[in-house]
Structure formats: structure tokens, C-alpha cells
């Protein structure tokens, strides 16, 4: 009895021990985590201030216009220069090449720290407007995804989607909506991304052709976003910049309701695909060229880490800031017109509508989050040109 009594104390001990081993095991691993999440400086390579000279080319229907809300909140609450469109404009001269003179106060202020609207891109007149130590970040899409998008959006404007009944019936025979001599209204039809980055979307896809203007982006760009993995994306841009976890971290701006978003049959698909070739090839090598760099500098487990975090702060902030849990609202249901996105085509545009009784710094931190692009832009617009004439948004009604 005594002895299997002593025998039971021995058994828990070892036991007791193990559990305390385990729990060590397990403590150290948290602390080490997140040690190394709080210091991503940590791994080295990232030191220094944070990237405050920026140029982000701003795609269409990529998801940019949330990086632009990231972009805009960065620049507004440290004081920083945009590069704004001249006078009552909405874009940098889109889809004309962009040329320094678009940008409001280009000839008194001769640098901006962000450009981030949208443009043509056209270095040689993007480097009279930003400096030399500038950071360049572009974002693409899946061009089926784009092209479906775009279609809804510029519905009502593109000619080559106005008599065009479907994407379906558009991409059956594109060369029966589509002409080349109008590109310029044609722009979003065909290889969008492709001509935003200044190229020609009706070139033929020859391989050194499309290979020599790849490596031409890649010179430029030191990175850029897939819209798929976008907090992939972002991890890699927060750590790229050296900037707080709460900079790039963001609501979804501009989104689509459900009600307009479009199934694409599988042949509409791989018809997209060849349509838009140009744009395919520049978003298979930069979704392979990002995941690059996420293998080599994160590896799986802390970017899965870092992608956790970047979500629960989303989360976070979503409780803290918006009704229903986040939930985002169509026009109708968005009380404040300051809030109220712009609609397009026949898309209806969400956005969100804010808790009721924040105080005030609460409430100056939510509103930058949700305030849609047009907006955000009048009110920089407004911060950095007081003596302007404001920027009239007409749907507000003001
Ligand atoms: C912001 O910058 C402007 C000019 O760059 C300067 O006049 C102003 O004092 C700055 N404001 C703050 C709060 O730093
Ligand atoms: C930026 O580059 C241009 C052309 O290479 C050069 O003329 C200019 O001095 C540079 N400016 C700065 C601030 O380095
Ligand atoms: C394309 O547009 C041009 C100029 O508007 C016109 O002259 C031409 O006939 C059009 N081509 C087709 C195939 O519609
Ligand atoms: C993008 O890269 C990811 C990771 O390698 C891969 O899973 C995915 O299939 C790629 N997407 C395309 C369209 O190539
Ligand atoms: C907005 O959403 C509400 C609730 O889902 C719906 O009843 C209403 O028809 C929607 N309005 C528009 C313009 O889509
Ligand atoms: C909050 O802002 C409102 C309007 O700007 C102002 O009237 C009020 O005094 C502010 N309250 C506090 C506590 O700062």
C-alpha cells in the first residue's frame, strides 16, 4: 500500500514536471513571437526612419483605393505633401500620360513626399514631381476579376461595354464592340493594368517585347501588391516602409455589393485571359515575384504570424469603429453623405457607417478610415490649399 502510494507520488511528479516543462516551451515561444513581431527590425535589414517619399501607381479595380486610404491617413497625420490633381480634377491627367503640370502647386513646391491619384505612368515627368530617394509600390489583380469589375463600373462609359449585353457576350467577340483607334475611351476594355503602367495595350504579345517592359516595372517598382494576397501584401509594404502596425492596416474601400458581382463561366474565363495576355503575363510574374520575396524574408510560420495580427487589429478596429459589426452599407444605408461612396455604372458602391457616440479623437481616427477616396482627397485638398477654391464633389450636394 505504502510502497504503490510512494510509486502514485513519484508518477505525478514526473507528470507535474512535464507539464512545467511544456509550459515553459510554450510561454517561450509566445514571448519569442511576438518579440519578433513587435521588433520587426529584429531580422535585421529593416532600420531606419520610416519611407516617407512615396509614389504608389494607383491601378484600377485592383483594390487600390484601399491602398489609397492607407496612403492618405499616412500622409495626413504626419504632415506630409500630396501630390493632389490641379484645381477641381480627380485624377493626374488619366488616361492621358501623365505630366507634372497635372499636379496642383507643382510650380511652387518643387517636391511631394506621396503621389498615390490616378495616372498614366510616365517617369521622366513623375521624377520633376517626386524625389530622387522616392519609393515606387504598384498593386495588380487577377485580370479576369479586373476585366468583370471594370465592365459593371464603366458600363455606362466605355464604348467597347455599351453595346456589349454581358461580359460573356463582350469576350464571345471582343472585335465586335472593341476598336483600337479609340483607346482612350477604351481604355478599361482591354489590358488596363498594362496601359497604367504606360505601356501600349494593343501591342502584340511578343515575347521580348512583353519580357523587356516586365523588367522595366521591375526596375522601377520596389514592389508590388496582389490584390488576391493583399495582407501579404501589406505585411511586406509595412516592412518595407518601417512603418506601425496600425498604418497599413485598413477597411475594404469601394467594394462591390454582392448583388454586382458576376459569375464568369469557365470558357468567359479563359477568354478573358488571352484578351487581356499583357496584363496576365505582368500579374503572373509579379504574383510569383512577391511570393519571392515573402519565402526569402518572412518565411511561412511569421508571415502567418504577421498576417494574424494585421487581422485581429482590423478586427479590432472594425468593433471599436462601425455599426453592425462592420458590416458594409450601400448608399441608402449610409446616414452621413461625407461618408457615402461615389457609384458608378451598375455597381453599387459600399461603405460604412460609424458607431454613434465616440469621443472625438476616437472618432477623427475612424472617420480617416472610412472616409471614401473622393472625399479624403477634397479634404487634403482643402488642408494643404486653404486659399483654393475647394474641390467640388457634386453627389455630396454641397
Ligand atoms: C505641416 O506642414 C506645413 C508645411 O509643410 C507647416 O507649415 C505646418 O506647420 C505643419 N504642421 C504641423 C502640425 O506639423
Ligand atoms: C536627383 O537626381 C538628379 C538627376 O540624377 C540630380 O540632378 C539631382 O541633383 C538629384 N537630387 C538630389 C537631391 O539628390
Ligand atoms: C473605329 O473607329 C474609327 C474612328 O472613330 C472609325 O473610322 C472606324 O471605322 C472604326 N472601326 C471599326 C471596325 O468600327
Ligand atoms: C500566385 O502565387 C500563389 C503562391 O505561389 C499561387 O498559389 C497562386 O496560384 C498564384 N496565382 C496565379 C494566378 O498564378
Ligand atoms: C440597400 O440595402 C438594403 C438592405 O439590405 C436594401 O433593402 C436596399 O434595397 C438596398 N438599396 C440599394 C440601393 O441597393
Ligand atoms: C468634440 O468636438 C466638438 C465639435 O468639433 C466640440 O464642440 C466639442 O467641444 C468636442 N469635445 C471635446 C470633449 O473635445
Known amino acids: 500500500m505504502v510502497s504503490t502510494l510512494g510509486g502514485l507520488q513519484r508518477y505525478f511528479r514526473v507528470i507535474l514536471l512535464l507539464l512545467l516543462a511544456l509550459t515553459l516551451l510554450v510561454l517561450a515561444r509566445f514571448l519569442l513571437t511576438d518579440l519578433e513581431l513587435v521588433t520587426p527590425l529584429f531580422g535585421g535589414q529593416a532600420k531606419g526612419p520610416p519611407v516617407t517619399n ?32 490641379a484645381g477641381l480634377h480627380v485624377h493626374l491627367g488619366y488616361p492621358r500620360l501623365f505630366l507634372a503640370r497635372y499636379v496642383e ?4 513646391q518643387q517636391h511631394f513626399n506621396i503621389m498615390c ?13 517626386m524625389p530622387n530617394n522616392t519609393f515606387y509600390f504598384s498593386i495588380l489583380r487577377n485580370p479576369v476579376f479586373q476585366l468583370e469589375s471594370s465592365f459593371i463600373y464603366y458600363k455606362t462609359y466605355t464604348p467597347a461595354f455599351l453595346r456589349a449585353p454581358s461580359l460573356d457576350a463582350f469576350l464571345a467577340s471582343p472585335r465586335t464592340f472593341y476598336n483600337d483607334s479609340r483607346l482612350l475611351k477604351n481604355v ?15 501591342a502584340p504579345r511578343e515575347e521580348g517585347y512583353v519580357r523587356a517592359r516586365i523588367a522595366e516595372v521591375e526596375r522601377r517598382f ?33 467594394a462591390r455589393s454582392a448583388r ?51 487581422r485581429a487589429r482590423r478586427r479590432e478596429l472594425a468593433t471599436l469603429c462601425l455599426q453592425d459589426g462592420g458590416e458594409p452599407k450601400n448608399r441608402t444605408q449610409i446616414r452621413d453623405l461625407r461618408l457615402r461612396p461615389y457609384q458608378s455604372g451598375r455597381a453599387d458602391i459600399l461603405g460604412y457607417n460609424l458607431r454613434p457616440g465616440l469621443d ?5 481616427v475612424c472617420q480617416r478610415l472610412v472616409m471614401p477616396e473622393l472625399q479624403y482627397m477634397a479634404h487634403l485638398y482643402a488642408l494643404q490649399f486653404p486659399e483654393k477654391p475647394r474641390k467640388n464633389i457634386p453627389f455630396l450636394g454641397e
Not at 117 to 129: A, D, G
Open 260 to 310: 454586382s458581382v458576376t459569375r464568369l463561366a469557365p470558357e468567359t474565363r479563359e477568354r478573358a485571359r488571352s484578351w487581356c495576355a499583357l496584363d496576365w503575363r505582368l500579374y503572373e510574374h509579379f504574383n510569383r515575384s512577391l511570393w519571392g520575396q515573402l519565402r526569402a524574408e518572412l518565411g511561412p510560420r511569421r508571415l502567418r504570424g504577421e498576417v494574424e495580427r494585421l
Open 105 to 108: 502647386g507643382v510650380e511652387l
Open 188 to 202: 478599361y476594355a482591354k489590358n488596363n493594368m498594362w496601359f497604367d503602367f504606360g505601356f501600349d495595350p494593343n
Open 117 to 129: 491619384n490616378h495616372l498614366r505612368f510616365n517617369l521622366p515627368e513623375v521624377q520633376k514631381v
Open 222 to 254: 520596389q514592389l508590388v501588391l496582389i490584390a488576391e494576397h493583399l495582407d501579404e501584401s501589406l505585411v511586406l509594404l509595412r516592412r518595407r516602409l518601417r512603418w506601425a502596425l496600425d498604418d497599413v492596416v485598413a477597411f475594404r474601400i469601394n
Open 360 to 364: 472625438n479623437q476616437t472618432l477623427r
Open 54 to 85: 512615396i509614389m504608389f501607381l494607383k491601378t484600377h479595380k485592383t483594390a487600390s483605393s484601399t491602398v489609397l486610404n492607407i496612403l492618405y491617413r499616412f500622409a495626413e497625420t504626419h504632415n506630409l505633401s500630396v501630390a493632389l490633381p
